[in-house]
Structure formats: C-alpha cells, structure tokens
C-alpha cells in the first residue's frame, strides 16, 4: 500500500514556474514507478509523464516536453513535477501516482494522491 501526498500547487502567471511534490509513505517507494497526470474541468485525466524507479528514464507527454521535468529523491521518498513555461491551457487538478510498472494510462496506475490544483492567468 502506497499513500500519495501532492503539494506545491497554486496561481502563476503564464510563462512563470511551479514545483510540485509528492510525498509518499511506506518503505517500498523506490518499487514503484510515478506517474504524473492532469485533470481540467470537463476533461479526462490526462497523463503529463512519468519517472522509472531509478529515475535513469523519464517520459513525456508532446503537451508538456521540454517545459516539464519529472525527477525522484528515494531517499526522501518524494517525487517533483518543475514546470517551466507555463501555459493557460496547463491550468488543472495534479495528481502524482504509482505502479510497479511504467504506463501512460490512467487505469494502469494503482495509487493515486488527492490532487493539486494548478492556475495560471493569461
């Protein structure tokens, strides 16, 4: 069992910075890989990218690639999304996720935090 704690969310203008964290418990959280996805109102959850157990791979989402970089402290048993270069349309709920294997969807994901909005003016 994994619990899921994001943080770091807020309003940003466009073209400014955000990190966001997420905290997990449990003594296994170098076993799993995080995910990243996005929820906007009326939209599907949407996957943002996600970093092996390593943190030797990392996979984005074309939306987000060269603005966003997911990185991983194991010892701290915490996962970032640094986003850079924020757009409107990067406005949403941030969750953070975790499975024993790499997927880009949804309900490939077991555990799942409680989300983090995100806002950013134009």
């Known amino acids: 069992q994994v619990q899921l704690v994001e943080s770091g969310g807020g309003l940003v203008q466009a073209g400014g910075s955000l990190r966001l964290s997420c905290a997990a418990s449990?003594?296994?959280?170098?076993?799993?890989?995080m995910g990243w996805f996005r929820q906007a109102p009326g939209n599907e959850r949407e996957f943002v990218g996600y970093i092996s157990r390593t943190g030797g791979t990392t996979y984005y989402a074309d939306s987000v690639k060269g603005r966003f970089t997911i990185s991983r402290d194991n010892a701290k048993n915490t996962v970032y999304l640094q986003m850079n270069s924020l757009k409107f349309e990067d406005t949403a709920v941030y969750y953070c996720a975790a499975d024993r294997n790499l997927g880009t969807t949804p309900g490939h994901y077991d555990y799942w935090g409680q989300g983090t909005q995100v806002t950013v003016s134009s």
């Open positions: 449990g003594r296994t959280f170098s076993s799993y890989v």
